[in-house]
């Protein structure tokens, strides 16, 4: 409902007005009337209007003076002045000072409300506008800080970034460096991969949160600093006026370990970069203190390493050990525990992994992966039951864990591995007497059960070496050694074929016909009577 004022010193002038025009058949009501100006900026400081209607000539305060008073106090009220043809002067100073239509009098009741009605119409308008407007800015503030993480992303990890545009746009988020040096530290959990695991994404996120507040707190005292998250990993960006020993950075980092095992309970690993004189150098600086992590990848959880630290150049020991290899998959293959423990644990050395790169270790520790999941493939085990859905999984785990932790989750795969053979071993000699029995009795009245009591195992396991061995069921398997022997019967004509059914296995010579006819395609009679096979 839009909210109407009219303001006139002629009370049937009010009352024609107010009683004439059907207002709320249009959305409009009539919040207040006022004898003059006065007493209507009276009104108008409790009673929101949104169109005022108003005369000029009346005593106190007249049209114009209010007009030019709710213009200022009320800008949003749109008025309308109504004035005669001797007032047309008044008329266009009262546009001058914020009235937005005039109407002259004697004014009809249709030309008042089509007025007003196309006013309602123009602050609907107005008011989308303005909601609209206020949501482009309440989403743009929103924004702030996805902006703010998404320019340091670009300052720190961009090859020749427009570092004019990003500086402006971090002055927008109220950050701004403008001290002499920069440098980076970067900061991951250790066994991230564990641990994300044991918790939910949310508390992931809060974590995180958690380590980018401690870090920020710890460093600020040095100077501008901004903590930003890549690929799980924390980058904490430093803008110091003095130059920072690498001492003292590892000091500071020291203090974030603690502080991140003391109140969020989990170690973290801090690689540092060079302090250097230019926004550019941000770059070269992050790339140190990653390479400085994945050199000192071998050494284990919750270390501090610096750029100097870094191993310069490739190592000679790039190779892939395939020999290893081999006797680790032959291990698993014998599922044998101490023979697998025993050859993963050469498969490691082979890799030098003291000297190696990080990537060429978790590349390699992978291929072992893939080859332990080639080898389910060619021995049918099932590759869900020991790698999850796909090897994803995997790649998460190698990126996100220490040493330690992924050469756990190799070990555990590859006993798994062994473990599916051996069973699958001792399920084929099962099978094998299971598949026996059936094909000596089966002219029986033998079920499921029957079997399972013979062999010591449950009718269920019975079903799953089937399902396993044979891709079929019991049931299945029990009528083709039938029908099939009943062909075989079929080859003498004086059988009568009741008689062929009861020695093959069935009692009912009905259901017999039904089963036969099932996995030959033809009734007994239309069996027996085709022409013999003369090839």
Not at 148 to 177: F, G, I, Q, W
Not at 330 to 341: L, T
Not at 500 to 509: I, L, T
């Amino acid at each position: 409902m839009m909210n109407l004022m009219i303001v006139d010193d002629e009370e049937r002038a009010r009352n024609g007005i107010r009683t004439l025009i059907d207002w709320d058949s249009h959305h409009i009501r009539i919040v207040a009337e006022a004898r003059d100006g006065a007493e209507a900026l009276e009104l108008l400081e409790h009673t929101p209007v949104d169109i005022l209607l108003t005369d000029i000539r009346m005593p106190e305060i007249d049209g114009l003076e209010l007009i030019e008073q709710v213009s200022r106090l009320y800008p949003d009220i749109k008025c309308v002045i109504m004035s005669g043809y001797d007032e047309f002067a008044y008329a266009q100073k009262a546009m001058a000072i914020g009235a937005c239509h005039y109407l002259l009098k004697p004014s009809r009741r249709q030309e008042i409300l089509e007025l007003v009605v196309a006013l309602t119409e123009e602050i609907e308008k107005e008011r989308r506008k303005s909601r609209k407007l206020e949501q482009l800015k309440e989403g743009f503030h929103q924004s702030f800080p996805l902006l703010k993480e998404n320019t340091l992303n670009r300052l720190v990890l961009s090859e020749n970034p427009p570092y004019a545009r990003l500086l402006a746009n971090l002055k927008m988020n109220d950050m701004t460096l403008p001290h002499r040096f920069f440098g980076i530290m970067v900061i991951r959990m250790d066994n991230f991969h564990s641990f994300q695991k044991r918790i939910s994404s949310e508390d992931i996120e809060l974590y995180k949160y958690g380590l980018k507040n401690i870090s920020e707190e710890i460093m600020s005292p040095l100077g501008q600093c901004a903590a930003f998250e890549r690929n799980d990993e924390l980058i904490l960006l430093l803008n110091t006026e003095e130059w920072l020993s690498r001492e003292s950075l590892a000091s500071c980092a020291e203090s974030i370990q603690q502080n991140a095992g003391s109140y969020l309970k989990f170690t973290v690993s801090v690689g540092i970069g060079s302090m250097g004189t230019e926004v550019s150098h941000l770059r070269l600086s992050y790339q140190e203190a990653v390479r400085a992590l994945n050199a000192a990848f071998y050494i284990g959880e919750e270390k501090i390493v610096d750029y100097m630290e870094a191993v310069e150049g490739e190592s000679e020991h790039t190779s892939y050990p395939l020999g290893v290899e081999k006797t680790v998959l032959q291990a698993v293959i014998h599922g044998e525990e101490p023979a697998i423990r025993e050859r993963l644990s050469a498969f490691l050395q082979a890799l030098h992994p003291e000297n190696a790169s990080k990537d060429h270790v978790l590349n390699s520790i992978f291929s072992l992966f893939f080859a332990l999941y080639r080898l389910c493939i060619e021995k049918n085990v099932n590759v869900q039951e020991v790698f999850g859905q796909n090897l994803t999984s995997i790649t998460h785990m190698l990126e996100r864990s220490s040493m330690d932790s992924i050469m756990s989750a190799l070990t555990d795969t590859a006993l798994a591995v062994g473990q599916q053979l051996n069973s699958r071993k001792n399920g084929n000699k099962l099978f094998e007497a299971v598949l026996s029995y059936i094909q000596q009795n089966s002219h029986k009245d033998i079920s499921r059960e029957t079997v399972a009591r013979e062999v010591y195992i449950t009718p269920g396991y019975v079903s799953l070496l089937f399902k396993q061995q044979m891709q079929t069921s019991f049931l299945d398997y029990l009528h083709r050694i039938r029908i099939d022997r009943a062909c075989q019967l079929f080859k003498d004509r004086g059988l009568r074929i009741a008689d062929v059914a009861h020695d093959v296995g069935y009692q009912d010579e009905k259901y017999f016909f039904q089963v036969f006819k099932k996995y030959t395609g033809m009734t007994p009679n239309q069996y027996r009577n085709q022409p013999p096979d003369l090839s």
